[in-house]
């Protein structure tokens, strides 16, 4: 397992590096976002507000796409002097770009060799996570995308993870909503549960109503988080929160 770490780590990472003259990228897009709740789930019962500032970049090239976010959240109240930063970078590599063959097969889009590192946070992590994943051409939808990773994790024991992101715009009349968002199941393993975290985000476009779409936008996210951490309800009942959101892209 090792050594197909280090191989598809390899791979991702000269990937990143590609020269210029072998790449062409079709999109890069940075966005703050400003989030606000009292839902979050403390241990216990306990619910404790945060305010989560973010910054998220996304690109996408002739050989994959990057995805990177660092979030810092500032506790209120009792939890004023609580604040984080925790960070993931997530590259996917395109088997088709790189053997050079057509995968595309139904929906199908392509396979990807799929990595992820995660930083920081409350216990300060340092997580390595690698695998394979599938980009879906699905109607209706931006993109959808499935990934299966092996997480070597720095603080618990290793386990598996299941990803499942998508991005759904709609339009009626000048009002555009884009529904988007991500699913994570983690395997349990002798030291946790396993966890399921649902996170998705409505937005509406409000620059599109001044002729500038997809800048500004305005609308909620909501957190369903079974297991939060790994942790069980007997330590952390299951979160079930509302956000106040606020995403400016540039």
Not at 52 to 73: K, L, M, P, Q
Not at 84 to 102: M, Q, R, V
Request: aromatic letters at 16%.
């Amino acid at each position: 397992m090792k050594t197909l770490h280090k191989t598809l780590m390899a791979v991702c990472i000269a990937a990143s590096f590609t020269p210029a003259a072998h790449a062409e990228k079709y999109f890069s897009d940075s966005s703050i976002s400003l989030l606000y709740s009292d839902d979050y789930q403390a241990f216990g019962p306990q619910k404790r507000t945060d305010t989560y500032f973010t910054f998220e970049n996304a690109t996408g090239h002739n050989w994959g796409s990057t995805f990177f976010f660092v979030d810092r959240n500032q506790g209120h109240g009792k939890d004023s002097d609580s604040d984080d930063i925790y960070g993931e970078f997530a590259p996917n590599i395109s088997l088709g770009w790189l053997t050079g063959n057509d995968l595309s097969y139904g929906l199908i889009k392509d396979v990807t060799l799929s990595g992820q590192y995660e930083f920081g946070g409350g216990t300060n992590v340092n997580n390595v996570m690698l695998g394979m994943g599938l980009d879906w051409n699905i109607p209706g939808l931006q993109y959808f995308g499935t990934r299966v990773y092996h997480v070597n994790n720095s603080e618990t024991d290793n386990d598996y993870q299941l990803t499942v992101v998508w991005g759904a715009p709609m339009e009626f009349g000048p009002t555009r909503i884009l529904f988007d968002g991500y699913i994570d199941w983690s395997s349990a393993a002798d030291d946790h549960k396993s966890d399921f975290h649902f996170n998705p985000q409505l937005k509406l476009d409000i620059g599109n109503y001044f002729g500038s779409p997809r800048v500004l936008y305005a609308g909620i996210e909501y957190s369903y988080w079974n297991n939060k951490y790994g942790l069980g309800d007997a330590v952390m009942d299951t979160e079930s929160a509302v956000s106040a959101l606020v995403k400016f892209h540039f």
